[in-house]
């Protein structure tokens, strides 16, 4: 390519992008390999302490709660939690697994496969009542809505990349456009016009390819100034 503009508008686009593929790839090793630090863990790990928080005390002389109801089937896409007390299921929301998502009942983060899902749980204790609100997702659905968020990622890139392009790309053609009128300028002189080009407009780059022309253009006309003198001595 051996457009100024082009080389321009293409070395800033590749600039931007390389910038944006090693933002996101830290973005999502922070978020997704580190998942206790990410807005999925931050929300399990919210929503088990409201749980556990707005557990009354009475909670304790629940029955177990798989002997009242059991879930068909496991709500992919949503959080599941469940409530134990002293290793009795006495609350769970409906789409959670009978069994503990978290069996070893540690408080924290952890993963723990329950049929043909692996889920990401998070645990806590109320070690004064003994009680334990654990909040669980499959990775199945965390997977998914990583999907989602990155065709939007890519959707909003794609978008914001193409604006930046049209500016560039503009911004450039406005940052020459003294060139371009030069080129204007030259192709309408008459033959003979040897007069200094004007510099005062030309980008910082291109005046010393200006300024040498002028040079030339100096010797050019004293050349032609001395022949006309030299053909008026010989009439």
Known sequence: MNSIRGRLTLALLLCIVLSWISWLCWWQAMQVNREQTGPWGASLRDIGTKVLQSMP???????DASMRSQPSKFYDGEMSFQVWVDGRNVVHSPGAPIEPIKPDFRDG?????IGDDMWRVYSVTDRKRGIVAQVGRTQA??????????HLSLAVAAFIFSLLGLMIWVVVRWSLVPVTALHGSLLTRRPLDLTPLPTDAMPTEVRPLVDSFNKLLARVDAAVQNERRFTADAA
Do not use: A
């Open 109 to 113: 983060f952890g993963t723990h496969r």
């Open 57 to 63: 005390d009475s909670v304790t002389q629940l029955p």
């Open 141 to 150: 659905s965390l997977n998914r809505e990583l999907h989602d968020l990155k």
